[in-house]
């Protein structure tokens, strides 16, 4: 793919990359559908789960390609998608072996309008799917460290980076990442908040696989972010039960050099509501076989600070938007999650359609 072709592919705008995705749909000869969000995004535009289906709804296996469950992520991920509906041969192969292959694009669109990581209820999709009739898992690290992480002020005191970094050298990276990041539910203005009912992206979800997931028998899921690991590399991440063996053979028969967090062998740290556990409540006929696509853009401490900023503004309404401040965070923000180089995008394109090709020839052999 030439330079132009490949820049095509990218958004900088949720209307731009919605408009690309739907269009490439089309082109693709695909019929598409939305589930349209109540709310509109920060140009006023209409907000929505776009969903495009090749193959039939009888098919028997079923590859999901999705993005943007973390909003502002899904600027990297709406270009692979976009990348893989204009991939005739693809779409060939899909077809000519019987296997659908359903894009859900923008998961979580308000996000990713707005430039946010999490849905307009402050929640991070990845971790609201909870049963909520039930006790929510608690969170002790999270609740003693939520002062420090989302402070009154921003730029932050000079004490209060202080005592930040005196935890993080007395903790560890890797520890304070599984305190932080595994999800909490008592601080609605913190980070990673679960939120305290399913959200309308999770709701959209369900809808989407009840229309279009109860009859396949296998079903494999290749989910796009990016943020994690190794600049401009892939990390393949298991998603699904890490206790059934045979569900992380076939996921590591697919993608050799599958990640699991359950083995701490990922960059991720170990999630409470992640977002797979909705396959076994909505599509328990299917054998499942899932993965989340990590795309490394910056270092962990980087993602941390711009996320705090975010998370402090958010908290600040009578903020206006903008200011030069408020700018920018929201383009720091943007800038952890998608590395606006030619390498990174080249490189992005390439191991996430090799990636999901993956996903079919497994589902194809299987």
């Given at each position: 793919m030439d330079a132009d072709a490949l820049n095509t592919c990218f958004s900088h705008k949720y209307s731009e990359a919605r408009e690309k995705f739907l269009a490439a749909a089309d082109a693709a000869g695909l019929d598409a559908h939305a589930e349209i969000h109540p709310l509109l995004g920060q140009d006023g535009e209409t907000l929505a789960l776009d969903v495009a289906r090749c193959g039939p709804i009888s098919a028997d296996k079923l590859l999901l390609v999705s993005s943007g469950c973390h909003g502002v992520e899904g600027y990297a991920g709406s270009a692979v998608?976009?990348?893989?509906?204009?991939?005739?041969?693809?779409?060939?192969?899909?077809?000519?072996?019987?296997?659908?292959?359903?894009?859900?694009?923008?998961?979580?669109?308000?996000?990713?309008?707005?430039?946010?990581?999490?849905?307009?209820?402050?929640?991070?999709?990845?971790?609201?799917f909870q049963d909520f009739n039930h006790p929510l898992p608690a969170n002790p690290g999270y609740d003693e460290l939520h002062p420090l992480l989302v402070p009154s002020t921003w730029p932050p005191s000079p004490e209060n980076e202080q005592k930040l970094q005196a935890v993080l050298a007395q903790r560890g990276m890797a520890v304070l990442q599984q305190i932080?990041?595994?999800?909490?539910?008592?601080?609605?203005?913190?980070?990673?908040?679960?939120?305290?009912?399913?959200?309308?992206?999770?709701?959209?979800?369900?809808?989407?696989?009840?229309?279009?997931?109860?009859?396949?028998?296998?079903?494999?899921?290749?989910?796009?972010?990016?943020?994690?690991?190794?600049?401009?590399?892939?990390?393949?991440?298991?998603?699904?039960?890490?206790?059934?063996?045979?569900?992380?053979?076939?996921?590591?028969?697919?993608?050799?050099?599958?990640?699991?967090?359950?083995?701490?062998?990922?960059?991720?740290?170990?999630?409470?509501?992640?977002?797979?556990?909705v396959i076994g409540q909505e599509c328990p006929q299917a054998e499942f076989t899932g993965m989340g696509f990590e795309f490394g853009t910056v270092p962990p401490l980087h993602i941390l600070q711009a996320m705090r900023a975010d998370q402090w503004l958010e908290n600040h309404p009578e903020k206006p938007l903008r200011t030069p401040l408020a700018q920018g965070i929201r383009k720091a923000l943007f800038g952890v999650f998608f590395v606006d180089t030619m390498e990174w995008k080249k490189g992005l394109i390439e191991q996430g359609l090799a990636t999901t090709q993956a996903g079919l020839r497994g589902l194809i052999a299987g």
């Open positions: 998608q976009i990348s893989l509906l204009r991939d005739a041969n693809f779409l060939e192969q899909a077809q000519q072996a019987g296997v659908a292959v359903l894009f859900l694009h923008a998961l979580n669109p308000w996000g990713m309008s707005w430039m946010r990581r999490t849905t307009q209820e402050n929640v991070d999709l990845n971790r609201n932080v990041s595994s999800g909490q539910y008592s601080e609605p203005e913190g980070l990673f908040y679960g939120g305290h009912a399913p959200t309308w992206s999770q709701q959209a979800l369900r809808h989407v696989l009840r229309d279009h997931a109860r009859r396949c028998s296998k079903l494999g899921w290749v989910d796009l972010h990016s943020g994690l690991g190794a600049t401009g590399q892939a990390e393949i991440i298991f998603s699904g039960d890490g206790s059934d063996p045979a569900q992380v053979e076939r996921a590591r028969a697919w993608w050799p050099t599958l990640k699991t967090m359950h083995e701490h062998t990922s960059s991720s740290a170990v999630i409470s509501g992640a977002m797979w556990s």
